[in-house]
């Protein structure tokens, strides 16, 4: 799982194992270590209806409703879109999607790969990354 924050906004990218393992209602957890501390992201699966975050002592928790993922992840549909309301400054915007392989090889970090990736949609069509 791939984790991207900017600003109030949250992207993840999901590979196909793990759209399978959070769509059968398994956690997905990921950790980044630093020096002094350990950030934890972890999807979960939410049976309430709604989207929702919460941040506490280093963990992002992340949870998407079961009804959403079910959709998502038997389906072509590439992303789930969300927003949660903040108590004084605006609005987090959530962005979850499929992770599609890089249309030019070799031009992704060195540690990562292309596998177990969807198909780039515009594979055909020659684009780059």
């Known amino acids: 799982m791939k ?7 949250i992207r993840l990218r999901l590979k196909r ?3 399978d393992q959070i769509a059968s209602g398994k956690s997905i957890v990921e950790e980044t270590h630093f ?23 280093g963990s992002l928790v992340i949870r998407v409703p079961v ?19 903040l108590q004084d400054s605006g609005t987090l915007s959530l962005l979850i999607e499929k992770d599609f392989s890089c249309l030019a090889p070799g031009h992704h970090r060195p540690d990562e790969d292309d596998a177990d990736t969807y198909p780039h949609p515009e594979a055909e ?5």
């Open 3 to 9: 984790l991207r924050i900017r600003q109030n906004s």
């Open 35 to 57: 020096p002094d501390s350990v950030l934890t992201y972890r999807l979960d699966v939410s049976d309430d209806g709604t989207f929702s975050t919460s941040f506490n002592e």
């Open 67 to 85: 009804s959403e993922l079910a959709q998502w992840a038997k389906t072509d549909q590439v992303s789930m879109v969300a927003e949660q309301a």
């Open 125 to 129: 069509s020659g684009s780059g990354c």
């Open 17 to 19: 194992g793990e759209v």
